[in-house]
């Protein structure tokens, strides 16, 4: 089973240069060394922070734990810490609610993602609505449902609906129209709280590395 690691930072005042060159020689080759495979870099464009949302992927919560709780993982992130605040993680496994595939590097893309808590006792119900409405009004919307995603360590709503699309525009021009309006209405009224979102436009230090890995295969 997929699990989902998700980091989330501000970057100190002052020391974004020195931020940056961190990351991309040493921090995030190091994770992907020690078996934490970086699939996403993000920063949030629209809704509230930490800005900066690091997204990487283990085959299981065991696996994760022990990378985590090694020596070299406690070191790189102390060494993070000298450059950033506001640092939290959070881990999620697949929810069931959406097709799972394996979860590879999307390129050129941004994400809409939508949290919330499940209200008590409506959860077969949430199912049929988030099966008979959501997924076909937000595919309708060219904004899918790529993932589905439920919080077990870290702190905030449960849910995690992840949306896909090809740039700002087109996530501006689905969530402001009344398909995608009602389908709020409707969760919110009948069975969800604590509901936000983000707007996520990706950073280029993971996606621009792996192109430049697949260009080179081919030489």
Request: aromatic content about 12%; proline content about 5%.
């Given at each position: 089973?997929?699990?989902?690691?998700?980091?989330?930072?501000?970057?100190?005042?002052?020391?974004?240069?020195?931020?940056?060159?961190?990351?991309?020689?040493?921090?995030?080759?190091?994770?992907?060394?020690?078996?934490?495979?970086?699939?996403?870099?993000?920063?949030?464009?629209?809704?509230?922070?930490?800005?900066?949302?690091?997204?990487?992927?283990?085959?299981?919560t065991e696996n994760l734990r022990?990378?985590?709780?090694?020596?070299?993982?406690?070191?790189?992130?102390?060494?993070?810490?000298?450059?950033v605040w506001k640092y939290t993680?959070?881990?999620?496994?697949?929810?069931?609610?959406?097709?799972?595939?394996?979860?590879?590097?999307?390129?050129?893309?941004?994400?809409?993602?939508q949290y919330y808590n499940i209200?008590?006792?409506?959860?077969?119900?949430?199912?049929?609505?988030?099966?008979?409405?959501?997924?076909?009004?937000?595919?309708?919307?060219?904004?899918?449902?790529?993932?589905?995603?439920?919080?077990?360590?870290?702190?905030?709503?449960?849910?995690?609906?992840?949306?896909?699309?090809?740039?700002?525009?087109?996530?501006?021009?689905?969530?402001?129209?009344?398909?995608?309006?009602?389908?709020?209405?409707?969760?919110?009224?009948?069975?969800?709280?604590?509901?936000?979102?983000?707007?996520?436009?990706?950073?280029?230090?993971?996606?621009?590395?792996?192109?430049?890995?697949?260009?080179?295969?081919?030489?």
């Amino acid at each position: 089973m997929t699990i989902l690691f998700t980091q989330y930072w501000d970057v100190m005042p002052g020391k974004f240069d020195e931020y940056a060159s961190f990351v991309t020689q040493e921090y995030n080759p190091t994770l992907e060394k020690l078996g934490i495979r970086l699939v996403g870099g993000y920063y949030v464009a629209v809704g509230e922070g930490p800005r900066i949302v690091a997204v990487a992927t283990v085959d299981e919560t065991e696996n994760l734990r022990k990378t985590i709780s090694s020596r070299e993982y406690r070191v790189l992130s102390n060494k993070l810490l000298e450059y950033v605040w506001k640092y939290t993680n959070k881990v999620y496994v697949p929810s069931g609610r959406i097709q799972e595939g394996p979860y590879r590097i999307q390129t050129g893309v941004w994400k809409f993602n939508q949290y919330y808590n499940i209200l008590r006792g409506k959860e077969a119900d949430h199912l049929k609505f988030v099966k008979d409405e959501c997924l076909p009004g937000m595919d309708e919307l060219k904004v899918p449902l790529t993932g589905g995603w439920r919080l077990v360590i870290g702190s905030g709503p449960r849910i995690l609906a992840e949306g896909t699309g090809r740039n700002i525009v087109d996530i501006a021009k689905a969530i402001d129209t009344s398909l995608f309006r009602k389908l709020v209405r409707t969760l919110k009224n009948n069975y969800a709280t604590d509901y936000s979102s983000r707007i996520l436009a990706p950073t280029g230090r993971i996606e621009v590395p792996y192109l430049m890995s697949e260009m080179m295969k081919k030489f």
